[in-house]
């Protein structure tokens, strides 16, 4: 019997998300344009639905330049048997799929980030149209959300999980346990987040839905290793919550609980050519001088220092030189007690 849904989304998908077994299909976005007056942005869809268990929701082209989700993703849909599942898994491994077409973060149609305008808006622009789908027709089924990052182009990060607090103590361990087993170096809670309106992760989290988003790699690069990472903590996320059976695989990695505090982000002073002092993993001391900023134009002005304010371990860093005034260079982490 198909779910009822507290409003459905007035887009279709070419396959039926409540029919049993494994589908490959597409949502379809209502896309007119020059070279089509009439015609859809077909946005891949995996469906796979067997007997009773929860329903989980693995995401990945959230931002178009980051690889590890989609490339993993691909391969869970044709490796997963659907006799071997108990619930349903629905998989969307290009979720804005015209960025993924451009190797650029945000929308080359309408200029939009993805992970800024949920739940999206059914009348908005094609991003935000494919939001409207993702919130009404696949976060509302879902049981738990995963959606897979990497640092995009710009950016390089550790492997590390990341969630929110939630207001209810049990969602925040749901949330705490499914990074644990997706058994990556670092697992980060976040209080808050510097810009958390329209982010995926808030509209699930405002449903009370255990969410984690998980950054793997970046620099626009894809890693055997990070793949594999990528690979085994999307199965573990299955065995963890029974959907299939079998054993979580750590590879020996016991997920440390770190914070990031807003001091644990590292703005850039001015515009100019970065030169970091400090790369992924390093641990670093308070006030320690990071890196620094070359002047492009005078080279006869001394670069300006960039100092961390308090210590901790660097999880992501700005990888490409050229650097505009307010661009993050560093986020640094630090141990959390979570205390949920
Ligand atoms: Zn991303």
């Known amino acids: 019997m198909a779910q009822a849904l507290p409003n459905p989304s007035i887009f279709s998908a070419t396959l039926d998300l409540d029919a049993h077994g494994k589908h490959f299909g597409h949502i379809r976005i209502p896309h007119s344009r020059d070279e089509a007056g009439l015609g859809d942005l077909m946005v891949p869809i995996v469906s796979i639905k067997h007997g009773d268990g929860p329903c989980i929701l693995f995401l990945a082209g959230n931002h178009g330049d980051e690889f590890e989700g989609q490339i993993a993703l691909r391969n869970v849909a044709h490796d997963l048997d659907a006799d071997g599942v108990s619930g ?24 939009k980030n993805m992970n800024r305008i ?15 789908y993702v919130y009404d027709e696949l976060v509302q089924r879902a049981d738990i959300v995963v959606d897979l990052h990497a640092g995009g182009t710009n950016l390089s990060c550790l492997c590390y999980a990341m969630m929110h607090r939630y207001p209810n103590p049990a969602t925040s361990r749901a949330a705490l346990d499914l990074m644990k087993a997706f058994a990556v170096p670092y697992g980060v809670v976040f209080d808050t987040e510097p810009d958390r309106d329209g982010m995926l992760d808030t509209a699930v989290e405002d449903l009370d839905k255990p969410f984690i988003a998980v950054e793997l790699g ?18 573990n996320v299955l065995v963890h919550t029974g959907v299939v059976a079998g054993a979580i695989e750590s590879g020996d990695v016991e997920t440390e609980i770190i914070g990031v505090p807003t001091r644990g982000f590292v703005l850039a002073d001015d515009h100019g050519i970065f030169e970091p002092f400090v790369d992924l993993g390093d641990v670093v001391d308070s006030d320690q001088v990071v890196g620094r900023m070359h002047s492009i134009h005078r080279p006869d002005r001394l670069p300006i ?11 992501a860093r700005r990888t490409t030189g050229l650097t505009t005034h307010g661009d993050y260079l560093f986020v640094v982490g630090v141990p959390l007690d979570p205390g949920f």
């Open 118 to 132: 949920f739940p999206g808006d059914r009348r908005g622009t094609v991003t935000e149209k494919i939001a409207s």
């Open 88 to 111: 349903h898994v629905i998989i969307v491994p290009a979720l804005n799929l015209p960025a993924v077409l451009n190797n650029s973060r945000c929308s080359p149609i309408d200029g």
């Open 305 to 315: 220092d960039h100092h961390i304010k308090d210590g901790g371990v660097v999880i």
């Open 218 to 235: 970046g620099s626009g690069a894809v890693t055997p290793q990070s793949v594999a990472i990528t690979a085994r903590g999307v199965r």
